[in-house]
C-alpha cells in the first residue's frame, strides 16, 4: 500500500460527519489499490470544512476503520478545516469571476419553477443558478451572502483552454472534453464559498489535490459529473489536471446507494462483529487480498 519511488499519488478524502460504511471501504481500499498499481503513495486527506457536521470521533473512527482494513498512510494527515488561508487565496485569485449571492434555495426554486413546468433543472452542484444576483459586484457582499463563479464570465477568461480530463475508471474510460455551452447551462454559476464555510467542497477539493501533488483522483461515480467544475476551477487557479478514476458505487440490497447513516454497513459494526477484513473485501467485490 503506501510509498515507493514513483511520483504517483492517490488519496482517500472522507469527511468526518458519519461512520464510514462499506463504500467508503470500498473507495479507500480502491485508491490504495490504484496507487499500488501504480507503485506510488496512497494519501489520507479529512475533508471536515463543514464544522457543523463533523466530529472528532468520526475522525477517529476513519483512521482506526482505515487502519483495520489494512490501509497505511504518511503523516501528517491533511485536514482542510485548517487550509482556509490556502482557499481564501484560491477565492482571491477568482474574485474577477465572483459574485455574491443571497438567493435561498427557496428563492431559486421559485425563480426556476415559476415560469416553466416539470422540476427544476439540476446540475452537479444542486440547482442549476438562475442568475439573480449575477449582476452584484464582490465590493457588496454581506456576511450572508455567498460567492458564486460567474461560469459565461470565467470561461471567457480562459477562453482556449484546454478543458478535458482523462477517466481510468471502468465507468467511463477515455477522455472527455467539455464543452462551454454545457458547462454554462448545465452546470452554471456554482458555488465557490458557502456562507457558513468560506469555501466550498469543489473550491477546497481542487486546491487540495493540487497541494498533495495528486495524480490520480479515485472517488465514486457520483462525483463523476462535478469533475467539469473542477477541470474549470484548475484551469482558472493554473493548477495541474490529475486524472480522474471514479468507481462503481456499493448498494444495499434495493439497489440504493448506501449512506452515512446506513450504521447497519458501517465498517466498525464488522469489525466489532469479529468479520475477518477478507469478508468485508468479499462482500465489496474485492477478492484478491490487499
Ligand atoms: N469528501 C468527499 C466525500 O466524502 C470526497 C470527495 C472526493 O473524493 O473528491 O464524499
Redesign the pocket.
Known sequence: MSSSGSSARTRF???PTGPLHLGHAFSALTAAARADALGGTFLLRI?DIDRARSQPDYETAIFDDLAWLGLHWPEPVMRQSERMAAYQAALAQLAPYCYPCRCSRADIRAALTAPQEGAPPMGPDGLIYPGTCRGRSLSEAGPNDTIRLNMRAALAAIDGADLRFDETGPLNPGTHVLAADTLIHAVGDIVLARRDMGTS?HLS?VVDDAAQEITE?V?GAD?FDATAIHVVLQALLDLPRPRYHHHRLIRDAAGKRLAKRDDARAIARYRDEGYAVSAVRAMIGLTKCA
Open positions: 478524502a472522507p469527511s475533508e467542497y477539493v483522483v472517488r462525483l
